[in-house]
């Protein structure tokens, strides 16, 4: 009995399904397994709210197993905390950002017969929402 070869999704390989499982749609590889099982699990919580609050309950326990495990973490891995410092830090910039652009209005610009510059990193948001037309440039700092 001949089968056919059919593509992984994952990693785009050709495979035999097993003649036990003739649908078969994944390879056998780990990897491939574990995005299998991943996109079932994301996909069951979003479609079952027992489910989901199974997992939440779960994971709540463990937590409350293990009570020190974030701080134990946290001072085994300094360049994970500092990332998240990183990221943190980037997050607060961009709301505060988006709020400014948000209260741009305030500025009349539209009465404004001169040029108005916006210079400086991260003002890309600006020239959308912005009341009067304008240009944004970005201008690096002389070492």
Known sequence: MKTKTVRCPYCQQGFQPSRFRPHQRVCSQP???RQRANYYHRDKKKQDAVYHQLCRDSQASWREAHPSYIEQY???????????????????????????V???LAFDLKAASHQVWL????????????????QVYVCQGVP
Do not use: D, M, T
Not at 76 to 88: A, K, M, T
Not at 122 to 127: D, I, K, N, R, Y
């Open 119 to 134: 210079i400086g990193p991260g003002l890309e948001p600006f020239v959308k929402n912005n009341v009067a037309f304008s």
């Open 31 to 33: 990897a491939c397994q």
């Open 102 to 104: 948000k209260n741009n």
């Open 74 to 100: 946290r001072q085994q891995h300094p360049q994970v905390v500092e990332q998240n410092r990183q990221r943190c830090r980037q997050r607060y910039h961009q709301r505060r950002l988006q709020i400014l």
